[in-house]
């Protein structure tokens, strides 16, 4: 974070700096300041618990699994098809399938019992003009986040990260932070994977009283949280002005939290 803050100051000559954690900004975006926000993005998902706008790193629940991983569990699906994708350019094919296609089952041994109409499918074209269809792979790959074990990974579940981070919260604010439950990041867009959540947390939970937010926009609500909290009284507080770093070198940023 220092030498960010260095190559900013200096060579960008910005007049003034305010780290903030991805999660935090994400809920400002929602309107709220204490909730949870789940954000998987493509190489790490995150259950950050958030009280009046501050977090405890303790209480943070965090996996080394995410939408990148549920590409390449895509890819394996396909290729047990006799679909091989394996270049960089034809991962980024598959990327694009995952994103068009795939859908979180509500149950996926009941979709997949009751899934028989493969001949109906729409085809999904190529770039080099092939038509290949996506069949039960579309609920197969985004359950991988349900079910890291699929894979071989020892890891929990996203449901599970999140009921296990509240935990780790005091006990007098588990129900407020509970309460609120914020999705963030672009592999939590997958269709009914809100939905999907909400039934498993109640499974396992504490309380039964929350919701689950899923914004069309939560890929991107971290820019916006960023962007809204620069136009706040508040952030001239919460930021380092580039005269105060030219005085105090890096000393600034121990006598201030980011």
């Known amino acids: ?13 910005v007049p003034s700096l305010c780290l903030q954690l991805p999660q935090v900004l994400a809920l400002y975006a929602y309107g709220h300041t204490t909730g949870l926000v789940l954000d998987s993005g493509d190489s790490f998902t995150q259950a950050v618990p958030i009280y009046e706008g501050k977090y405890d790193p303790a209480t943070v629940g965090r996996m080394k699994l995410a939408g990148r991983d549920v590409t390449r ?6 290729q047990r098809e006799g679909h ?3 270049s960089t350019a034809e991962f980024e ?8 296609a795939c859908q979180t089952a509500f149950n996926l041994s009941k979709a997949e019992q009751e899934y028989d109409d493969f001949d109906e499918i729409p085809g999904y074209k190529l770039p080099d003009g092939r038509v290949i269809k996506i069949g039960l792979e579309k609920y197969q790959a ?13 890891a929990p579940g996203v449901h599970e990260l999140v009921v296990d981070a509240v935990a780790k919260c005091p006990t007098e604010s588990r129900r407020q932070i509970f309460s609120q439950i914020l999705l963030a990041g672009g592999s939590t867009c997958s269709r009914f994977f809100g939905i999907r959540l909400l039934s498993e947390v109640r499974k396992i939970g504490q309380f039964t009283k929350f919701s689950i937010s899923a914004p069309e926009n939560r890929a991107h609500l971290a820019w916006l949280g960023g962007s809204i909290l620069t136009t706040l009284n508040i952030f001239k507080g919460m930021s380092t002005a580039r005269k105060d770093f030219q005085e105090m070198g890096a000393q600034v ?3 201030r939290k980011f």
Not at 1 to 13: D, G, H, V
Not at 149 to 154: E, H, T, V
Request: hydrophobic share 50%.
């Open 142 to 154: 985004p359950e991988l986040l349900f079910n890291p074990s699929l894979m071989g990974i020892q």
């Open 253 to 255: 940023f121990h006598k």
């Open 73 to 78: 569990y895509l890819a394996k699906l396909l």
């Open 1 to 13: 974070r220092l030498r960010t803050a260095e190559i900013l100051f200096e060579n960008f000559q």
């Open 93 to 100: 094919v598959v990327k694009r399938i995952k994103h068009k």
């Open 84 to 86: 091989k994708f394996a």
